[in-house]
Each structure stands twice: as structure tokens, then as C-alpha cells.
């Protein structure tokens, strides 16, 4: 079923593109890959091919500079094949749209679009480390000017993609007494030394692969910071405020493929001589789980859409980022539950789409801290 009635022609052949590779190239090699834990770059490769790497850059890059609202059509569509894959193919071109953001040098904004759009490059971004997650203005990572170079020692960790990646986007400290007021971002290529650790043994999203990212006096150009000193921290917040809403569309994605799963089931599962999907309690349960994936997509669509227009999202963007992802954790544990036992065992899907769907409400932000800026904003805003 196409969920995106409103989707204009572009819009749909873009899906339509899509989904021909993805049902081709990557479903029937799904499970193997979730086993192995790979990201299978033959099918990046084939979605580059197709035109279908970074769309999200501008036209004046040489991109498409596809709007948001679009990019969380294809996310979802993409994220119903492997929510996992998903997430890793779209997430570097998301990441590079930082620098044509907030970079000030026209120069290294040309740069990373060449990188992504001609070099097929994979990008990485580095904020969180060991001992700073939710709280990563804590970070320990630092950054020293010596001439006309930046010295960077730290290790950041659970950093998506990086053991393939080209490029890192790294948060460093450049005054260690001003808080976040002293984290900027610096732009890293592999090649200046960056150190990759083991890669992380994950419970789900294993096409997408994570690991710890080394930094011990690693020396970069200065100009390779990106915009001003001491703003590193405002662009990735600003950045994390639209991201959320492309990555929780491949968890939506994958509660989707769920919910189209355990209807099939429930009409061909018979038991006391009947469907089970003929019991208004399961068919209810169903619906109930079609309607809140429904209500998450509009809400989606919503934030994108004011992403868009350029209207501030500070409620909107943490507000939307848990509804989806608890949407997404309820529907698939739901849609698991009317498989039965079937549900359970590996050989079924729904044991991955259950590992799969249970880190949205983790990264780019925990629910609990998007929870905190919600009240934050209420308490504030309310007399
Ligand atoms: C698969 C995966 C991919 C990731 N990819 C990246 C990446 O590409 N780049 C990157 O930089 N990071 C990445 N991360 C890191 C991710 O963003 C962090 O794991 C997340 O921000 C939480 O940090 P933490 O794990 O240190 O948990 P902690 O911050 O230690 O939190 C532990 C628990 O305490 C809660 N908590 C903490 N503080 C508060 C508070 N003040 N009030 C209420 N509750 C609180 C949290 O919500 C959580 O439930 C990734 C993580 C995973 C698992």
C-alpha cells in the first residue's frame, strides 16, 4: 500500500525508484545481512547508480536539494525494506547538509557535495564519547590551534557508519571553561589519521554499522573548521532538530512493514476454525496499530513540513521524535504479539523488526531528554 496519498508524480517516482531496488537487490538478502551485520555497499552503489545518493543537497551544490517532507516519504519507504539500511544510506548525506548549513568558506560547502555527489563518500558524525551522551556538552574531546593547524585528541563513541566512512564531523573542545559556548566542529578526513575501534556487536539496525572513532593528535588544516569557533554545539543541535525526523521515518518504516506482516498472518492463521483476524479483538488490535502509524506519519510530515517553511521547531522536533519512536516500539512489539510464538523465533521477521525498531527512542537524543526540553519549553512559555 502507498501511504503517501498526497505524494505529488516526483515525489511518487522517487519511491517508486526506490522500492524497485530495494525489493530487488536488498529484501531477499535481509536476514543474512542482519546475521552478518554488513552494510552491503554493492546496493549503495546501485542506489548511487540510480541518482539516488544525496538528493537532500541544494541545486546549487549540484544536488537536488529535495525538501524534507520528500526525504521523509523515501526514508519510510526505504526503512519498510530494512529500517537499518535505511538509516545508513541516508544518514551521511543528512550529515554533510551540516557543513552547507553552517559553513561559512563557499569553498569547503563545494567540497563535501563533491565528496558525497561525485566520490560517493560516507559521512560520519561525532558527538557522543564514553563518558558524555545525553549530556554531550560534557565532552572531553579537544581541539588546539598550533599555527595554522587544530590538533585533536579524543574518542567518540557508538558513532554510526564510521568504519566505512570518509569523512567525520567531529565536536571537539576549543575552551574547555565555556561549556558548550567552547565546542566547534571541525570537519576530518580518514586520511588525517583517524583511528576506527571495534565495531559495535548491535541488538538491531545491524546493516548499519557502528563503531568507537580514535582521535589521538590528529592534525587538520584550519580551515577545516566548520563556521564560526564556539558554534559547533548551536549546528548540531539545530542539525539533530530536522535529522530526527528523516531517521524515526525508517523506524516508521519498519513499523509499517509489521503492521502489512501480521495482517497477512492474521488472515491466513487459523485457529478454533477460523482467521484469527476474524476475532474483533485482534482485527481491533490491527486497526489500532494503523491508526497511530497513521497519526505518526501525519505528525511527521507536519514537522517536516514546518522544517521546510523555515518555521522554528523547538517543541515540534523533540515532541514528534518520541511520539514516532514509542508509535514505532508499540506497533511492531503489537504486530510481534499476533504472530504468536511464531512471533518469537528467529525465523520469523518480526524478531528483527522488534531489534530494529527499539533503538528510536535512544539515539539522536533519548526520549527522557526530549521529554526534559518539551517541559522546559511549557514551563517557560506558560504564566
Ligand atoms: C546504534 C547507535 C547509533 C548511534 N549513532 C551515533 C552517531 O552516529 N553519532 C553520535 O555522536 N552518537 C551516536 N549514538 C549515541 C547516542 O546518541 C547516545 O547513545 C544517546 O544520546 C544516549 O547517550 P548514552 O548512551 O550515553 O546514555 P546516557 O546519557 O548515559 O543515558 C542513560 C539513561 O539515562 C537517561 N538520562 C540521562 N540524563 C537524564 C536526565 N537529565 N533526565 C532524565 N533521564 C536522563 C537517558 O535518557 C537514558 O535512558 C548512537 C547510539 C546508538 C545506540
Not at 548549513?101 to 558524525?125: G, M, N, T
Request: glycine share 8%; net charge negative.
Amino acid at each position: 500500500m502507498n501511504n503517501y496519498k498526497l505524494a505529488t508524480p516526483l515525489q511518487k517516482d522517487y519511491i517508486d525508484l526506490f522500492k524497485q531496488i530495494a525489493e530487488k537487490e536488498l529484501a531477499p538478502r535481509v536476514a543474512e545481512l542482519d546475521v552478518k551485520g554488513e552494510f552491503p555497499m554493492d546496493v549503495f552503489n546501485k542506489m548511487c547508480d540510480a541518482g539516488l545518493y544525496g538528493l537532500n543537497i541544494p541545486e546549487a551544490y549540484g544536488g537536488l536539494g529535495v525538501d524534507l517532507k520528500t526525504q521523509v516519504m523515501l526514508h519510510e519507504e526505504l526503512g519498510r525494506v530494512d529500517a537499518g539500511f535505511s538509516f545508513a544510506f541516508f544518514i551521511n548525506a543528512d550529515n554533510a547538509d551540516i557543513v552547507i548549513r553552517f559553513a561559512k568558506d563557499e569553498e569547503q560547502k563545494k567540497y563535501i557535495a563533491k565528496k558525497i555527489l561525485q566520490d560517493r563518500a560516507l559521512c560520519s558524525v561525532c558527538i557522543t564519547e564514553p563518558n558524555a551522551g545525553s549530556d554531550a556538552a560534557g565532552m572531553t574531546t579537544t581541539a588546539v590551534r598550533d599555527g595554522d593547524e587544530y590538533v585533536l585528541n579524543g574518542t567518540k563513541s557508538f558513532i554510526s557508519g564510521a568504519p566505512l566512512a570518509d569523512i567525520f564531523l567531529v565536536l571537539a573542545k576549543t575552551d574547555k571553561d565555556k561549556g558548550a559556548k567552547g565546542i566547534s566542529l571541525f570537519l576530518v578526513e580518514k586520511s588525517d589519521g583517524v583511528q576506527i575501534g571495534k565495531e559495535e556487536e548491535k541488538m538491531g539496525i545491524r546493516l548499519s554499522s557502528t563503531s568507537e572513532v580514535i582521535l589521538q593528535d590528529v592534525r587538520i588544516p584550519a580551515s577545516r573548521l566548520v563556521g564560526d569557533e564556539g558554534k559547533g554545539f548551536v549546528y548540531i543541535m539545530q542539525y539533530l532538530e530536522r535529522v530526527r525526523f528523516t531517521t524515526m521515518a525508517c523506524g516508521l518504516g519498519a513499523a509499517q512493514n509489521a503492521l502489512d506482516l501480521a495482517v497477512k498472518y492474521a488472515k491466513e492463521r487459523v485457529q478454533f476454525g477460523k482467521p484469527i483476524i476474524k476475532n474483533q479483538a485482534l482485527g481491533f488490535k490491527l486497526a489500532d496499530i494503523h491508526i497511530k502509524i497513521a497519526a505518526a506519519r501525519s505528525m511527521l510530515l507536519y514537522a517536516a513540513a514546518m522544517a521546510d517553511e523555515g518555521i522554528p521547531m523547538e517543541d515540534i522536533s523533540p515532541s514528534t521524535k518520541v511520539f514516532v519512536s514509542e508509535t514505532t516500539v508499540w506497533a511492531v512489539n503489537e504486530a510481534l504479539q499476533i504472530f504468536g510464538g511464531y512471533g518469537y523465533m528467529r525465523e520469523y521477521p518480526m524478531e528483527k523488526l522488534y531489534r530494529d525498531a527499539r533503538i528510536f527512542p535512544i539515539f539522536e537524543g533519548t526520549n527522557e531528554i526530549q521529554k526534559l526540553v518539551v517541559s522546559g519549553i511549557l514551563e517557560k512559555n506558560t504564566n
